[in-house]
C-alpha cells in the first residue's frame, strides 16, 4: 500500500505474524540445536556421571556454601626421577605354553607322548627320569550327552517272578530331559540371552533330534518349578527397609500384522542386594499398588506419577527420588546455559560424598551422620541456587535449564 509520496506502508497484522514465525523458528532451530549436542556428548563424551572438580573455570562450591577459610598454601615440590623397561610387558594374564591360566573347574585332557628311542631295538638302553610338560588352549564342541542307565532285571527262582530296579526320579514326571538339561537351557536362554530357536539349532547340529515345541514346554516347567524360590525372594524384598522401583519397556504379544504390543517389566530391588522382576501390560499405577501392597520404608523412583500414587496417603511409605533422574536435565542444558554446569558441579559433590562413604565401608547410623554432616549443607545449598536461578528474567519456559530447575523444585521434597 503506497501512501501519498509513494513511501510502502507496512501492514501491521502482516508484520506481527512474521515476528511470531521467525521467533518460533528460532526457538525451534534453538531447540534442534540442543538436541544435537545432547546426542554428540551421548556418543563422544564421557558416560560417567561423576564429574571433576580442578577447572578453574568451574563454580567454587566453598564460597556457594559459604566457606571463607583461606585457601591452602601450595605443597612444596621436588623432581623425582625413574627409569623403566623398554618394550612391551607380557601381562600376569597371558596365555602362554607355561603360563596358561584356569582353575579347578577346567577339564584336563592328558595325551600322553611317546618317544621313538623306547619303541626301537636299543629301546633297553634307556629309561624315562623325568616328564616335561607342555599345555594349550583347546576347544571341543558344546557337548550334549545321553545317560544311559542300565538296569538289572532280576528273576526270583523260588516265585518264578521278575523284578527290576526303578529307574532314578526324574524332575519332571515322565520327562525325557534331565536337570543338568533343563538348567542349560534356562541358564542359555536368560543368562547368555540364547533364544531356543538357536539352542535348538545346537542340538540339531549334535545329532539331536527334538522339536522347538518341546524345548519351549520344558523351558514353562522349568520356570514353574522355580516359582516357590521367586515367591520367597519376593517377599523377602519387601521385608527390605529401602526398596528401588523402576520400569522399562518390552515387547511381548501380538498388536497387529508385524507388530508387537508394548508391555513392561517392573524390577524391584531389596537391601539385600536381591532382584525381582514383575511384568504388565500397562504401566499404570495400578501394578505398583498390587505389587508393592503394604510395603513400610522408603521407595527410590525416579519422577514417574504412579510411584508418586502410590506413596500418596501411605503415610508409612517415605517416597526417595533419584538424583542420577535429576542430573540428566541438566546434562540437557549443558552447552546451552552456563549455569547448568555449576548445577552438575554440586551435584558432582554428591557423588564424592558417596563414594567417601563406600571407601570408609560405612553402615547404618555412621554413614547417615556422614550424610548429615557432609550432603545435607550441598542439597540444601544446592536448591537455594536452584530458587535463585529462577528468579532470572532471561529464562523462558522452553529453555532446558528452566524445565530442569522447575523438575528439581517439583520434587524436592523427594529429592531430599
Same mark, same amino acid.
Given at each position: 500500500m503506497k501512501g501519498a509520496a509513494g513511501s510502502t506502508a507496512i501492514d501491521p497484522q502482516a508484520h506481527a505474524k512474521v515476528c511470531s514465525d521467525n521467533e518460533q523458528l528460532r526457538q525451534e532451530r534453538d531447540a534442534l540445536k540442543q538436541q544435537l549436542d545432547w546426542f554428540k556428548r551421548q556418543l563422544f563424551g564421557r558416560k560417567s556421571e561423576k564429574r571433576l572438580l580442578d577447572n578453574p573455570d568451574q563454580l567454587d562450591l566453598g564460597k556457594l556454601l559459604g566457606d571463607s577459610q583461606p585457601p591452602a598454601e601450595a605443597a612444596s615440590t621436588e623432581k623425582i626421577t625413574y627409569t623403566r623397561r623398554k618394550g612391551k610387558q607380557r601381562s600376569d594374564d597371558c596365555v602362554s605354553d607355561s603360563g596358561l591360566r584356569f582353575d579347578e573347574r577346567v577339564p584336563i585332557e592328558s595325551i600322553e607322548l611317546s618317544a621313538p628311542q623306547l619303541q626301537g631295538p636299543d629301546a633297553a638302553q634307556y629309561d624315562i627320569i623325568d616328564y616335561k610338560v607342555t599345555r594349550r588352549l583347546a576347544q571341543r564342541p558344546g557337548s550334549y550327552v545321553v545317560l544311559e542307565y542300565r538296569r538289572p532285571v532280576i528273576r526270583d527262582k523260588r516265585l518264578s517272578t521278575l523284578m527290576e530296579v526303578p529307574a532314578p526320579s526324574s524332575v519332571l514326571e515322565g520327562s525325557l530331559a534331565d536337570v543338568s538339561f533343563l538348567a542349560g537351557l534356562l541358564v542359555d536362554k536368560f543368562l547368555y540371552h540364547l533364544p531356543l530357536y538357536r539352542q535348538h539349532q545346537r542340538l540339531a547340529d549334535a545329532g539331536i533330534t527334538l522339536s522347538r515345541s518341546t524345548l519351549t514346554r520344558y523351558v514353562q516347567q522349568a520356570i514353574g518349578l522355580l516359582q516357590p524360590i521367586y515367591d520367597a525372594q519376593w517377599q523377602h524384598i519387601l521385608q527390605s527397609r529401602v526398596l528401588a522401583m523402576d520400569e522399562t519397556p518390552i515387547k511381548a504379544g501380538r498388536a497387529g500384522k508385524g507388530k508387537l504390543k508394548t508391555t513392561w517389566y517392573w524390577p524391584v530391588y531389596g537391601e539385600d542386594d536381591e532382584i525381582c522382576f514383575t511384568w504388565s501390560t500397562s504401566?499404570?499405577? =495400578?501394578?505398583?499398588?498390587?505389587?508393592l501392597g503394604d510395603f513400610s520404608g522408603t521407595l527410590l523412583s525416579d519422577g514417574y506419577a504412579a510411584y508418586n500414587a502410590y506413596a500418596?496417603?501411605?503415610?508409612?511409605?517415605?517416597?526417595? +527420588?533419584?538424583?542420577?533422574? &535429576?542430573?540428566r536435565y541438566f546434562e540437557r542444558a549443558h552447552g546451552s546455559d552456563p549455569a547448568a554446569d555449576e548445577a552438575l558441579t554440586i551435584i558432582g559433590?554428591? #557423588?564424592?560424598? =558417596? +563414594?567417601?562413604?563406600? %571407601?570408609? =565401608?560405612?553402615?547404618? +547410623?555412621?554413614? &547417615? %551422620? #556422614?550424610?548429615?554432616? +557432609?550432603? &545435607?549443607?550441598?542439597? %540444601?545449598? $544446592? $536448591?537455594?541456587?536452584?530458587?535463585r536461578q529462577r528468579q532470572r528474567a532471561d529464562l523462558v519456559n522452553n529453555d532446558p535449564l528452566a524445565k530442569a530447575l522447575v523438575y528439581a523444585a517439583n520434587h524436592q521434597s523427594q529429592l531430599k
Open positions: 504401566r499404570g499405577s =495400578e501394578h505398583v499398588k498390587r505389587q500418596k496417603g501411605r503415610p508409612q511409605v517415605t517416597q526417595a +527420588q533419584c538424583w542420577a533422574h &535429576l542430573r559433590e554428591l #557423588y564424592r560424598v =558417596e +563414594q567417601a562413604i563406600r %571407601d570408609r =565401608e560405612l553402615a547404618q +547410623q555412621a554413614k &547417615l %551422620d #556422614y550424610r548429615s554432616q +557432609q550432603a &545435607l549443607p550441598i542439597v %540444601d545449598a $544446592f $536448591f537455594a541456587w536452584c530458587h
